[in-house]
Nanobody, 121 residues
């Protein structure tokens, strides 16, 4: 069974920074793309950032230039460095990973449990 375990959320003032981590645990062959999504109260879950297995990245327009996604394949971990945080970044942040159980197998998408990020004014 694969699990994605997130950490690093918390309360920060506007303009501050936080770094989220998401580690994949369990038995699997490879981690393909990994990403971050977020869901604010009363809103739908939205895409934040993505990094592929060859380190290509993609960001939502709302976070470009402020957030940086990275990964450490040796640790099966993806990070989200969040800078210049704004109150509108307040949300539960979810890690998402496409993980293959064996060579040549299609990837399965897994979600982390979510971590709260609150940005105060």
């Amino acid at each position: 069974q694969v699990q994605l375990v997130e950490s690093g959320g918390g309360l920060v003032q506007a303009g501050g920074s936080l770094r989220l981590s998401c580690a994949a645990a369990g038995s699997f062959f490879a981690i393909n793309a990994m990403g971050w999504y977020r869901q604010a109260p009363g809103k739908e879950r939205e895409f934040v950032a993505l990094i592929t297995s060859v380190y290509n990245t993609n960001y939502a327009d709302s976070v470009k230039g402020r957030f940086i996604i990275s990964r450490d394949n040796a640790k099966n971990t993806v990070y989200l460095q969040m800078n210049s945080l704004k109150p509108e970044d307040t949300a539960v942040y979810y890690c998402n990973g496409e993980i293959s159980a064996a060579f040549g197998a299609l990837g399965t998408r897994y979600w982390g449990q979510g971590t709260q990020v609150t940005v105060s004014t």
